[in-house]
């Protein structure tokens, strides 16, 4: 079995290199330049108009108001939805390795990502809202697979290319759903968790031994309750989903940045320092790694784009599956809240992790050594160095609860992500083969409580990175379209011109759409 682990880890090793390094990275930064170039610097010239659209809209019934339509949710909840996905173990355990990885500098490169990134993802929802459709049961579908093989697949003698794609997408969006979206997640909960509240009697039942590592009974029990109550969600469908990450995610965001605040200001002294040394280690040949000099360039530019992407998912066609079911009928208006969704995810709250890390002390500023054990109690050790009364670590507790909210709304999130791909990949099928997918999902949680190896996480890395391609593929592609577009966008919302606005590819829908903003006078 070892063995067999072993051969598995070294072609996984091998395709993620490939994928991520040789290819992604470059593909990922040179969509979103190209994007941002093509739209005119969208993020800048025109933030006064998506701050106010998204954020400043947040007292808008017609945003956060909930829809009686089966096939839709609100703007708001779709972010929320989105949000529950992208907000998670990666804000935390993920901002730290690509520290303990590439050093302060690699924080530089997750700004840079997320920077690109908003354009990126703004491109990913206003084709997805544009290529979306209706499924068996009435709810709107969309996602890179639609505007793949409607988009790509438009072009001539793409349209076996665009549907492979389409297809390579669909797979790899369902195979990461059950390893990044799920058992990873649940595997870092109950590590966290079970470290955090000690329970003896639980903790001493120890059902199997793998390697250096321990499955408990304390794990088992853990495991049993979140399957328990991420079934009762997930089975509840896409409006059980939404209503949860609305009421879930605005509370966890708000709660983790103020107490990242906190250590912050109580470090204030160590701001400076912080930001001198993001921006010195960013550009350097060298980084630590533990004890080991010599972490290549590449390796601090690939840790901080990565990391950027695990956590706000821009350019990963992932979060384009909820924006399409929101209750939006102008694609441009939903990109508003893609931007939104990488600066509130990786400007606010990936910063706020860094800060924290880097004004308390925890890692070593020149060279970027440091005595944690792990990526997760690297951020927890920082918080201790404030919420530590009476020796009693607060900070360790409230990171426990923070992983273990943070990775319960994303496996929400993955949950609809890879029932959307099955859905495509299942064709008329699809009712009944998402109802199995749901239940295997769930089935899967218990999984991932028992894991001891890494490996489920690192294939889903490499599936990330599948993803990834076929998606910026066909955004590359369809960059014209997204020009077109924000064009007519801009043209009409902020110039006032009285032309035809675009809607959707398909007529019927246009012409629906068209209407309803018409007779509504929609804003």
Known sequence: MNGFLETLTNINNAVNDFVWVKVGIILLIGTGILMTVLTGFFQITHIGHWWKKTIGSLFDKKVISHTGEKASISQFQALCTALAATVGVGNIAGVSAAIMTGGPGAVFWMWVAAFFGMMTNYSENILG???????????????????????????????????????????????????????????????????????????????????????????????????????????????????????????????????????????????????????????????????????????????GCKRGVFSNEAGLGSSVMVHSNSNVKEPVKQGLWGIFEVFADTMIVCSMTALTILTSGVIDLTTGLTDAESDATLVAEAFDTIFNIGGIKFGKIFIALAILVFAFTTILGWSHYGSKAVEYLAGSKAPVVTRIYKVLF????????????????????????????????????????????????????LHGKDIEPMLSFDPKTQAEHARIIAETKED
């Open 442 to 493: 769930v089935l899967m949680i218990l999984s991932g409580a028992l894991m001891t190896s890494s490996i489920a996480w690192d294939i889903s890395d490499t599936f990330n990175g599948m993803m990834m391609i076929p998606n910026l593929i066909g955004v590359v592609a369809m960059s014209p379209v997204v020009m077109k577009l924000t064009r007519n966008y801009v043209a009409r919302r």
């Open 129 to 303: 809202i544009y290529y979306r459709r209706k499924n068996h049961e009435g709810e709107w579908s969309g996602g890179a697979m639609y505007y793949l093989q409607d988009g790509l697949g438009s072009y001539p003698h793409m349209k076996v290319i665009g549907k492979i794609l389409a297809v390579v997408f669909a797979v790899c969006a369902a195979l990461a759903s059950f390893g990044i979206g799920n058992m990873g997640q649940v595997n870092k909960i109950v590590i966290n968790f079970t470290n955090a509240f000690k329970i003896d009697y639980l903790s001493s039942k120890v059902l199997y031994t793998s390697g250096d590592n321990s499955v408990t009974m304390y794990m088992l029990v853990v495991g049993i309750v979140l399957m328990v109550l991420i079934g009762f969600v997930v089975l509840g469908g896409l409006q059980r989903i939404a209503v949860v990450a609305e009421k879930v995610v605005p509370l966890m965001v708000t709660l983790f940045v103020l107490g990242s605040l906190i250590i912050i200001v109580c470090n204030f002294k160590g701001i400076l320092p912080a930001f001198k040394a993001i921006f010195s280690m960013a550009f350097t040949k060298q980084a630590a790694w533990g004890g080991a000099a010599g972490v290549a360039f590449k390796t601090i530019i690939t840790q």
